[in-house]
């Protein structure tokens, strides 16, 4: 009874210290409005909380087929690839719609996925969670230790999850704000246009 108290109270103090994370990060997502920013946000943040060297945010435009990395961070290196095709573990997560995670052999799994590292060295351990609205995944969050094999949890999965959707809901009210403001400057123009042909009209 005792090794099951320990236990349940260890869990809810790793699920509230998870719950103030989340509370954390909506709370800033809702004073966000730039895209570019809350890609920036959010990445900072699982860095803080996350035990991985890698962290990648990319998104994916399905009409092109293109990732295209949003937030990049390895053993501080900042750099950010372009557009490209999806492969290896980033298409699999796309088609199939499901988080994916390898807590050793990576190496292994990287040639069971066809999947090519471009920067960097190869991880002990990594994660991949697609960030989903409506039923298209928009894009994929990576996290990858370098350093040692099982470095990941399935309390890991739940929060970088949680994370993940709550980033796609920020994107998209961010998304509607911009089209918003689009919509109305484009109405303001034509109504300024309609008014110079009137005064013309009215002229002639």
Known sequence: ???????????????????AVINSVQESLVARID?????????????EIFDAQVIDIVT??????????????????RT?????EPKGFRKHV?????????NENVEQKMKEFGNEILIGDI?????????IAGNDVKGIISL???????????????LLTTLANSMSVAL????LFDETNRLLKETEQRNAELGVINSVQEGL
């Open 172 to 175: 998209e009210s961010a998304r």
């Open 60 to 77: 994916y435009d399905k009409t092109a087929n293109l990732i295209a990395d949003r937030y990049a961070y390895e053993k501080g290196d």
């Open 80 to 84: 950010m690839l372009g557009p490209r």
């Open 35 to 47: 895209i570019q920013g809350i890609y920036e946000l959010v990445g900072e943040k699982i860095r």
């Open 1 to 19: 009874l005792f090794d099951e108290t320990n236990r349940l109270l260890k869990e809810t103090e790793q699920r509230n210290a998870e719950l």
């Open 144 to 158: 990858q230790n370098l350093d040692h094999e099982n470095a990941f949890t399935n309390s890991d999965v739940n």
């Open 123 to 131: 991880p002990k351990s990594q994660m991949y969670v697609p960030m």
């Open 94 to 102: 796309i088609q199939s719609r499901q988080m994916l995670m390898h």
